[in-house]
């Protein structure tokens, strides 16, 4: 964060013969003038001549006055993703120089901020000051440089010890070593050693025609809250009081919390219901979130949602772009899986690319077995048995593209699972309206039955998607008889807790409201037995509702 820039202009040798591109060199040492003012007066500096007979020609921007890392602010963020959106035409590539303790937050802000991205961004910096006789500053520097200016990487990245990283993939593991900086779930990027090596299938590349842009409005009223044991419910009431509208909670293992604390799951619940987005992140440095015990189960039920393998500084910049800058209909949607492939700051199921993969084999081969019945009817067979889970790990994800793909093959997208659970199934588990528009115009049926004799509508209300519930229900979608019968039951149970939001979702799908429960009881009876006025209140409404519409 402190840079003498002596060492490297002395950087620059010789007259500035060819070149491989032009870099914008930022040091972090902010100032008062405009930014304008020195972009009109520019330093040309030049790198020495590569193996490949080319330079690096860059400029250096010097910020005034000096900044530690540690004062960084989302307005310094903004002001950085200013001065690139500024000059992103006249320079090839972006290094910013930062200090390392906030280094990985400011590369995850900056990863979602610059939008449509198509030139590299790098930030790095030291352990040890570029001025000390022994650092690891220059090596840092030089690397961050020759891959900005060598290598269209369209991805802001953090550049340490020899190692190229995505931005929002990173954290700070250790104080006291050159190799700070770790990527626990994702592979580097690039490796520098004797040669630069690029892992060009990591790397993504940008797949639109929209312009680059920065949104530099972020939401401040986000935070990361750390579970642990004898946390009280007064702790996480506290923080998570208005204006607080998103929270990072680190949780145990795999994404759990005590399920034998109902004041705790209370306050969480409470908090989700007012509007506050909770995203749950694993304490452990490797790993993801997933509901595998009842621990993380309770967690779902309360509303966080899961944050996959997205590391808390990547999770907190996520909350703080998406709060301001997506409708309240698309962040929810976009909140636990990759904003842009310029980000990429969760790993997602690749199903696009295995099905590409498949389509290109499957082409390939049943145009070489044209003649031959028997080959091309064993050829389908095995189409026939890769559609269901490849189908299914793309309705997951929302991805439509590789359904599109599976289709052209002809494959049927009806096709079960080992479970006998469809595309759909899967899309209206996950409250994909958009994929299961897709899989219903292409013939994919609401009454398929998956082992456990449930229905998409079933997994629609069990999870709370009101709009692929009306979708489904406008589709021909019911409950079974048996559903019915067990439905008195569930709602007497939504009743006694109070649960206004489930009965409506179960109104919504065509429950009777007046089915009665295992003993005999309706809802209503439960709700005036427990005094749940405003339960009773509702219900009598929706009834109401109901017949008149009857």
Same mark, same amino acid.
């Given at each position: 964060?402190?840079?003498?820039?002596?060492?490297?202009?002395? =950087?620059?040798?010789?007259?500035?013969?060819?070149?491989?591109?032009?870099?914008?060199?930022?040091?972090?040492?902010?100032?008062?003038?405009?930014?304008?003012?020195?972009?009109?007066?520019?330093?040309?500096?030049?790198?020495?001549?590569?193996?490949?007979?080319?330079?690096?020609?860059?400029?250096?921007?010097?910020?005034?006055?000096?900044?530690?890392?540690?004062? =960084?602010?989302?307005?310094?963020?903004?002001?950085?993703?200013?001065?690139?959106?500024?000059?992103?035409?006249?320079?090839?590539?972006?290094?910013?120089?930062?200090?390392?303790?906030?280094?990985?937050?400011?590369?995850?802000?900056?990863?979602?901020?610059?939008?449509? !991205?198509?030139?590299?961004?790098?930030?790095?910096?030291?352990?040890?000051? #570029?001025?000390? =006789?022994?650092?690891?500053?220059?090596?840092?520097?030089?690397?961050?440089?020759?891959?900005?200016?060598?290598?269209? #990487?369209?991805?802001?990245?953090?550049?340490?010890? %020899?190692?190229?990283?995505?931005?929002?993939?990173?954290?700070?593991?250790?104080?006291? +070593?050159?190799?700070?900086?770790?990527?626990?779930?994702?592979?580097? !990027?690039?490796?520098?050693?004797?040669?630069?090596?690029?892992?060009?299938?990591?790397?993504?590349?940008? %797949?639109?025609?929209?312009?680059?842009?920065? +949104?530099?409005?972020?939401?401040?009223?986000?935070? /990361?809250? *750390?579970?642990?044991?004898?946390?009280?419910?007064?702790?996480?009431?506290?923080?998570?009081?208005?204006?607080?509208?998103?929270?990072?909670?680190?949780?145990?293992?795999?994404?759990?919390?005590?399920?034998?604390?109902?004041?705790?799951?209370?306050?969480?619940?409470?908090?989700?219901?007012?509007?506050?987005?909770?995203?749950?992140?694993?304490? $452990?440095?490797?790993?993801?979130?997933?509901?595998?015990?009842?621990?993380?189960?309770?967690?779902?039920?309360?509303?966080?949602?899961?944050?996959?393998? =997205?590391?808390?500084?990547?999770?907190?910049?996520?909350?703080?772009?998406?709060?301001? %800058?997506?409708?309240?209909?698309?962040?929810?949607?976009?909140?636990?899986?990759?904003?842009?492939?310029?980000?990429?700051?969760?790993?997602?199921?690749?199903?696009?690319? #295995?099905?590409?993969?498949?389509?290109?084999?499957?082409?390939?081969? +049943?145009?070489?077995?044209?003649?031959?019945?028997?080959?091309?009817?064993?050829?389908?067979?095995?189409?026939?048995?890769?559609?269901?889970?490849?189908?299914?790990?793309?309705?997951?994800?929302?991805?439509?593209?590789?359904?599109?793909?599976?289709?052209?093959?002809?494959?049927?997208? $009806?096709?079960?699972?080992?479970?006998?659970?469809?595309?759909?199934?899967?899309?209206?588990?996950?409250?994909?309206?958009?994929?299961?528009?897709?899989?219903?115009?292409?013939?994919?049926?609401?009454?398929?039955?998956?082992?456990?004799?449930?229905?998409?509508?079933?997994?629609?209300?069990?999870? *709370?998607?009101?709009?692929?519930?009306?979708?489904?229900?406008?589709?021909?979608?019911?409950?079974? *008889?048996?559903?019915?019968?067990?439905?008195?039951?569930? /709602?007497?149970?939504?009743?006694?807790?109070?649960? !206004?939001?489930?009965?409506?979702?179960?109104?919504?799908?065509?429950?009777?409201?007046?089915?009665?429960?295992?003993?005999?009881?309706?809802? #209503?009876?439960?709700?005036?037995?427990?005094?749940?006025?405003?339960?009773?209140?509702?219900?009598?409404?929706?009834?109401?509702?109901? +017949?008149?519409?009857?």
């Amino acid at each position: 964060s402190r840079v003498d820039l002596g060492p490297i202009r002395r =950087m620059c040798a010789g007259p500035l013969v060819g070149w491989t591109g032009a870099c914008l060199l930022v040091p972090l040492l902010f100032h008062s003038a405009p930014i304008s003012n020195l972009i009109d007066k520019p330093l040309p500096l030049s790198s020495r001549l590569s193996k490949d007979n080319k330079r690096i020609i860059y400029t250096v921007i010097e910020y005034n006055p000096l900044l530690d890392s540690s004062n =960084m602010t989302t307005e310094d963020w903004g002001r950085i993703g200013k001065d690139i959106e500024k000059n992103y035409e006249n320079f090839d590539g972006f290094v910013i120089l930062h200090g390392t303790d906030t280094m990985a937050y400011t590369a995850s802000a900056l990863s979602f901020m610059c939008e449509h !991205l198509g030139k590299p961004i790098i930030l790095t910096g030291s352990q040890v000051p #570029i001025y000390e =006789m022994r650092n690891d500053g220059r090596d840092n520097l030089l690397g961050a440089l020759l891959i900005a200016g060598q290598f269209v #990487i369209p991805e802001v990245c953090l550049y340490f010890y %020899n190692k190229l990283y995505r931005g929002n993939r990173v954290t700070k593991v250790d104080t006291g +070593s050159f190799n700070a900086f770790n990527s626990p779930n994702l592979a580097p !990027l690039a490796i520098a050693e004797v040669d630069i090596t690029i892992n060009w299938d990591t790397v993504w590349r940008a %797949n639109t025609t929209a312009k680059f842009q920065v +949104s530099t409005e972020l939401n401040r009223n986000v935070g /990361l809250l *750390r579970l642990f044991p004898g946390i009280t419910a007064a702790t996480v009431r506290a923080f998570l009081q208005p204006p607080m509208e998103g929270v990072v909670l680190e949780t145990y293992g795999s994404g759990n919390a005590p399920d034998n604390r109902p004041d705790l799951l209370e306050e969480l619940k409470k908090a989700t219901d007012s509007g506050v987005i909770i995203i749950n992140c694993t304490q $452990c440095l490797r790993g993801t979130v997933s509901a595998s015990y009842n621990t993380g189960k309770v967690l779902m039920d309360a509303g966080l949602i899961a944050g996959g393998d =997205m590391t808390p500084e990547a999770a907190l910049s996520k909350l703080s772009y998406v709060l301001l %800058n997506l409708s309240d209909s698309r962040f929810i949607q976009v909140i636990a899986k990759s904003l842009s492939i310029s980000c990429k700051e969760v790993s997602g199921t690749s199903s696009l690319t #295995i099905v590409k993969e498949l389509q290109s084999l499957y082409i390939q081969t +049943s145009s070489s077995f044209s003649k031959n019945l028997w080959c091309l009817q064993e050829l389908e067979a095995i189409r026939d048995a890769l559609t269901p889970p490849l189908a299914c790990a793309a309705a997951k994800i929302g991805d439509v593209e590789a359904l599109e793909a599976l289709k052209e093959m002809g494959s049927n997208l $009806c096709l079960g699972d080992y479970d006998g659970r469809t595309p759909l199934h899967i899309a209206a588990c996950e409250g994909h309206l958009n994929m299961v528009q897709y899989l219903l115009i292409n013939g994919a049926s609401v009454y398929a039955k998956d082992r456990y004799g449930d229905t998409p509508l079933c997994n629609a209300v069990r999870f *709370r998607h009101k709009d692929v519930v009306q979708l489904l229900r406008k589709t021909g979608a019911h409950f079974s *008889r048996n559903k019915l019968e067990e439905a008195g039951t569930e /709602l007497c149970s939504l009743a006694a807790s109070g649960d !206004l939001e489930g009965l409506e979702i179960w109104n919504v799908a065509g429950a009777d409201l007046s089915k009665p429960g295992y003993d005999g009881q309706t809802a #209503i009876q439960v709700a005036k037995a427990v005094g749940k006025k405003d339960v009773v209140a509702f219900l009598v409404q929706l009834m109401s509702t109901k +017949s008149k519409v009857i």
